[in-house]
């Protein structure tokens, strides 16, 4: 088994254009806290501008990295990061930058759709919101934004 394959099946990874090499496991020290940073790259070709939907593939070229800091869920009791490197393209049509997209993580977003997602499942049971984003390590902010993106308010209807 490839080393892409097994450290995508630990963080349970779906993504198939994410890859990592044999040294994309490392424990740095983030927030005054060991943590578990895995190093990974984000690249594909694009098919299309998101700007002006130029799908010249000559339009298109690649641009070089840029990097970013992922929240995962815990892995072995340590707080786990993803360190992405992700494929940054130009358009000359439009002369505009984009950077290449993964379901991972919503776009300008440093927190998982799998940590959302545990949030939000948290959520159900009577637990405060200061213990959640104590349990995630994230802020009550980020935890209550989840709740109003996962969870609508009852309506009551008082004419009845």
Not at 41 to 70: M, N, Q
Not at 83 to 94: D, E, G, N, P, T
Not at 122 to 134: D, F, G, V, Y
Request: net charge positive.
């Amino acid at each position: 088994m490839s080393y892409t394959n097994l450290i995508k099946e630990t963080l349970d990874i779906l993504d198939l254009n994410i890859t990592f090499n044999e040294n994309g496991l490392k424990k740095e020290r983030i927030k005054e806290r060991i943590c578990q940073v895995f190093s990974g790259t984000l690249d594909y070709s694009a098919h299309a501008c998101p700007h002006c939907e130029a799908e010249d593939k000559v339009a298109i070229i690649r641009w070089g990295f840029t990097s970013c800091l992922i929240l995962l869920n815990d892995v072995s009791e340590y707080q786990t990061y993803l360190r992405l490197k992700k494929r940054r393209f130009f358009c000359q049509s439009c002369n505009r930058s984009f950077v290449a997209e993964t379901s991972l993580v919503e776009k300008h977003c440093s927190i998982s759709t799998k940590v959302k997602l545990s949030i939000a499942d948290r959520l159900r049971k009577t637990t405060s919101m200061s213990e959640i984003a104590r349990q995630k390590k994230v802020s009550v902010s980020s935890v209550y934004r989840v709740l109003k993106r996962f969870y609508e308010p009852k309506k009551i209807n008082y004419l009845t």
